[in-house]
Structures are given as structure tokens and as C-alpha cells.
């Protein structure tokens, strides 16, 4: 990792500015809001102080405890904070945790704090909102703790007392005001994804995690640091590289990159990180990162006439398609700069060029040193550029044929269209087969609902090439019909239709072509799915019928409940779509006001990335692993599934 400038700065630039109160008079002001987001930010300013101690190279251990009552314990192995008297006469910690700004976060003597730390927010900030908050510091031999209560408010002196142990370090306890926060529960899966981030980032920095109420634990510890991060989010992938680190600095700016190329994949996942906090709507650094790829690569082909003079450049999306990267920079304080509403988005130019600098030259070294492994990037990126100028001639010439039918688009007599255009109302349904795409054509609202009827099964996304399921005939049909295109240049915005539903028999091939269906969805319109536009059917499995009495039952709870009630009844158990006439399907699995559907909703998309890659891609070793270790399956919790729907309320 990039040596990054020590901080100078000593107890005295420490600027005692002002009192806690207009801290809990204002939550929103110093941490954004007072909701469980808010709540967790008060975890990772404090172990925010952490992390700049081990990136001063003083630490190399955290530790973070969940107590029983939602209280938070962090635990670093630094130097301890400072526990002498500060100039303004009173101790330094007291500093830290009573005066707003203190830290030396805002110093502006070109000291400055290189992790995240959202608003500049201080320990004091955390004291200010906290019930109750405990120091610990050992130092010099010494034991120095102070308590405080009510947002800050001293409880009596510091007890200073001498100590045996050699052991330095900083300890801090707090529970966040239930007064303040519309929530005091901490949440232990969002503590994961955050630790485990910066222990990737941070090579060799181990972080544990504990929580006592639950008994769980997690240790996050990567020697190699986001090389590592590399190969789990590729976990389940076939590689075509093996993942590569560039490291370098420019104006101040220090530059991570690793990246690995893997095969079968159409997708590119980027994910880029300032100061340790990952900037999910990208930025500067983002775009000198693609800059430098879609230039060196472009440079190298040329050069290694793997491109002709008379062709045109790789684009950056051909160049980036099967690549897994992390971008990495570390921005002094004064040059940090971020915009949007959710500040997510990196703004700084210098980091622009910072960072195509730096990569423009490793990526250059690396291309024409791993000549073999170059030219099968290139060859990748030039057959990512024709599939995607294959599927643009086709899109042109679907446009064309469109144009010249009157109705619109029939695809060859598939799909059924509603007879209202109105992209916020109409359904897809997708059927298995003709025989139930039957009934659902007859049983359907045609005024809003469309019928889409699957011929054979639906090819594998994970296992196949783009460039052959864009051949395929039910893929292309699936593609037109919703008609918002495919890939990078998918718009959900442009989908014929608000809800897309798969409507199969409840029976294992019905289970199967819904996962083929949502790889295809999650692999090639991840959006669609993102915004909630995929739904799955349930259709009742029992039908129970007395005279003119007819219910439905959609498990064996319910059919035993509902049996209960009725006398002399018979039971009809469906075992396929088929089976129900056009009336019973409309009744029980179309109508709006009388169907169940499940929204598909991913929580986690990079889990989920690498869990479809597991459990639908090449390799078979690892998806064994994974059936065995995770016997439920039918409880998946990456795509999960909510109800809705169930009177037409969602
Ligand atoms: C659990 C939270 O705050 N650790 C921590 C904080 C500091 C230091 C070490 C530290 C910094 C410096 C010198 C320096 C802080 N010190 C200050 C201040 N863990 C946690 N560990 N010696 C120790 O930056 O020069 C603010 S934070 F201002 F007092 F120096």
C-alpha cells in the first residue's frame, strides 16, 4: 500500500471550538439523520479514529463489540490517545470527546485524516448523542479513564492509574441516545459489510467483530488485501487473469487498483472506494480508472495489430465486459470534494487524473509483459464489440419490421400483446408451455395483461455466452417484448411493462425455469429487478370443491384449515398450470384482486452476483460446496421474495 502522509499535527493545534448541545439541538446537521443510518455512523466515527491509526502504521488490530443492550465497544492496539494536558488546560482526551472539531480533523495545518468519516464528524459528535460514553486509554504505562452521561456531561475526573502491561491502545464504550435515535438497534449484517470492506482494504489489518446478543462473530483479516477481495467477489468464476495489483501516488493522491478478467461473464462490476468508504455512484476517480483502461488497452491493440488501422477504437464498455475491479484512492482532507444528494459521488478533479495516470502506466507495463494474457483480453473486448454491434444491427432491424406491421410487434405469433398501450399498468406474464399459455390467453384482462407462452427450456445465462443467448430464440422474444433493450444499454425505463411475471407450474420444472428466467433477468436487465418489476406467480396447489362452492388452497395448512369447513368436498390437487381452466386461472393467479405474487428483490447484489455464479455457473466443485453446506434452500436469502399483491395492495 502507498505510504500516505503522516499527520503532524500534536495536542496543541487541537482548536477547542464550541459545546456539545448544539450537536443534540441539531443531530441531522453533524450525521445526516437520526434513523438506524445515523445510528451506525456513530459506530464508524469511532472506529473511523481507528483506522487512522492503523493507516498511520500504529495499529494493526480492531476490535468491535455489540454488548447485550445495543451498546458498542471499539477496541484499537494504537498508540492511545494523547493523555497529557492540552495547552488549553485540560486533558487531551477530554479534548477529543468534549469539544466539537477536536482531532485534528480540521486542522488546517496540513494535518489531515485520510479515512472516511463522514461530515468531518468527531468523537465529540459521538459523545454528544451518546446516553452514556466511556475512554479508556492505555498509555505510557498508564490507565486512563474518564466516563461522561447525558450527551456528554463529565462524571467526576479522569482516574489516572499506573499499569504493569506495556499494552497501548484506545477503548471506547457508548450507548447511543434512545432520546435521539428513532432506533437503538445495530444491525450486525450492515457492521459486516463495512469491516470487511476496510479489512480488504487495508492489507493485514484484522477487525473482530462481536455480538453478544446473538452469540455471533466474524473476523475479517486479508494479508493480500484487495487482491483477496478480488477472488471472493469471483468466487465460482473461471479466470482468465489472475488478479493483478497497481499501486502509485499522484498530487498527494494514493491510487489502489486490482482487477481480474473472468470468462462467461457479461457483466463488469466496479466497485471504487475514497478514503475506505465506498463511493457507490462513482466520480472522478471512476472515470480516470476507465479512461486509463479504455486508452491502454486501445494503445496495445493497435500496436500489437490486434485492431487494424481502419477499425474503430474498443470502447470502454467492450474493454470492461467479464471485469471485476476495485479502485481504491486515498484523498488528503483539503482536496476532497463530493456531490449528489447522497454525496456518494466522488467530485475532486485531481483525482481524475490522478488515478489515470497511475493506472494508464501500470496497465501499459502489464499489457506488454503478460504479452499471451493481453492479447486474450483484447480478443475478449473485440468479441464483447461484436455481439454488441451484432444485437444493435438486430435491434435496427426489429425496429424496421415493427415499422412495417400494423399491430405491434407480434413476434411470430408469441406474444399475445394487451390491447392498451400504458407502460405504468400493463402485465407480462411468462408461461410455460402452450397448453397453459392457452389458458391464460382466453383467461386473461386483455386489456392490460400480456401473454408471453415459453417454448423448451429457457437457456442458462451463467453458462452461456451472450453472443448465443442473444441467438436464441426465447431470449429474444423475452428481450422485445419488454423492449427496453439488454445489457449496459437496458433502460427500465423503457420496459412495455410495469410488473414482468413468471407464471410456471409449482412443480421442479416450474422451480427451474423461474431460476433460469431470473439469472437471465439478473444477468442481462439487473435493474428490472433492482426496481422491483419482477414478480413471480403462485398458483393455488388444491382445489376444493362442494356443489357450487369452490376454494382454493395454496398449501397443506391451508387445505387442512379450509377442509375443516366445508363438508363433502372434493379435492383437486393441480399439478400443473395446464390443468386449471381459463376462469379457475384468471380467478386464483391473473386477477389482481385475487392472486398472490412474490416480488423478486435482491438485498445484496454483490452476494447475490457471486451467489448465481455459484449456483448457476461452469464450475461444479464450489456449487457442491455450497448445497452442502446450505441444506435449506428453499429460503435463498439473496432474492427474497416478499408477498404482495395478495388484494391487489402492494
Ligand atoms: C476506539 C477509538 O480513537 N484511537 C486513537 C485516536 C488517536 C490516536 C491514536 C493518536 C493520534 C495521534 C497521536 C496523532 C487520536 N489522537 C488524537 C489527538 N480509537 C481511537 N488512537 N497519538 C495518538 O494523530 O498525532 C485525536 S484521535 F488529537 F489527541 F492527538
Known sequence: MAEVKKPTYSEDSIQVLQGLEAVRKRPGMYIGSTDSKGLHHLIWEIVDNSIDEVLAGEANQIRVIIHKGNTVEVMDNGRGIPIGMHKTGVPTPQVVYCSLHAGGKFDENGAYKVSGGLHGVGSSVVNALSEWLEVEINRDKKVYIQKYSDGGKKIGKPSINPSNSKKTGTTVRFKPDPSIFSTTIIDYKQCVTRFKEAAFLIKGLRIDLIDERTGQSDSFCYQEGIAEYIRSLNEGKVGINEPVIFEGSNQGISVEVAFQYTKETYNETLYSFVNNIRTHDGGTHETGFKVAFTKAFNEYARKKNLIKDKDPNLEGVDIR??????????????????????????????????????????????????????????????????????????????????????????????????????????????????????????????????????????????????????????????????????????????????????????????????????????????????????????????????????????????????????????????????????????????????????????????????????????????????????????????????????????
Open 321 to 650: 465486459e467479464g471485469m471485476t475491479a476495485i479502485l481504491s484512492v486515498r484523498i488528503p482532507e483539503g482536496l476532497l470534494q463530493f456531490e449528489g444528494q447522497t454525496k456518494n459521488k466522488l467530485g475532486s478533479p485531481e483525482a481524475k487524473s490522478a488515478v489515470e495516470a497511475v493506472v494508464t502506466e501500470k496497465l501499459g507495463f502489464y499489457l506488454n509483459e503478460k504479452g499471451e494474457i493481453a492479447t486474450n483480453l483484447i480478443n475478449n473486448a473485440i468479441r464483447a464489440f461484436k455481439v454488441r454491434d451484432a444485437m444493435r444491427q438486430a435491434r435496427d432491424e426489429a425496429r424496421t419490421v415493427k415499422a412495417k406491421v400494423t399491430k405491434p410487434a407480434n413476434l411470430n405469433g408469441k406474444l399475445c400483446p394487451p390491447q392498451a398501450r400504458n407502460n405504468e399498468l400493463n402485465e407480462l406474464f411468462i408461461v410455460e408451455g402452450d397448453s397453459a399459455g392457452g389458458s391464460a390467453k382466453t383467461g386473461r384482462d386483455r386489456r392490460f395483461q400480456a401473454i408471453l407462452p415459453l417454448r423448451g427450456k429457457v437457456l442458462n445465462a451463467e453458462r452461456t455466452r451472450a453472443e448465443e443467448m442473444l441467438k436464441n430464440e426465447e431470449i429474444v422474444s423475452l428481450i422485445h417484448a419488454i423492449g427496453a433493450g439488454y445489457g449496459t444499454s437496458f433502460n427500465p425505463a423503457h420496459s412495455n411493462y410495469k410488473k414482468i411475471i413468471i407464471m410456471t407450474d409449482a412443480d421442479d420444472d416450474g422451480c427451474h425455469i423461474q431460476i433460469l428466467l431470473l439469472t437471465f433477468f439478473f444477468r442481462f436487465m439487473p435493474s428490472l429487478i433492482k426496481r422491483g418489476m419482477v414478480y413471480i406467480a403462485l398458483p393455488p396447489l388444491y382445489k376444493i370443491a362442494n356443489k357450487n362452492q369452490i376454494e382454493y388452497a395454496w398449501d397443506d395448512e391451508e387445505l387442512k384449515v379450509k377442509t375443516m369447513r366445508i363438508k363433502n368436498y372434493t379435492i383437486q390437487r393441480f399439478k400443473g398450470l395446464g390443468e386449471m381452466n381459463p376462469d379457475q386461472l384468471w380467478e386464483t393467479t391473473m386477477n389482481p384482486e385475487t392472486r398472490i405474487l412474490v416480488r423478486v428483490n435482491i438485498e445484496d447484489f454483490s452476494e447475490a452476483d457471486e451467489r448465481v455464479s455459484v449456483l448457476m455457473g461452469d464450475e461444479v466443485g464450489p456449487r457442491r460446496e455450497w448445497i452442502d453446506n446450505n441444506v435449506v434452500f428453499e429460503n435463498d436469502d439473496n432474492f427474497t421474495l416478499e408477498e404482495v399483491d395478495v388484494d391487489g395492495e402492494e
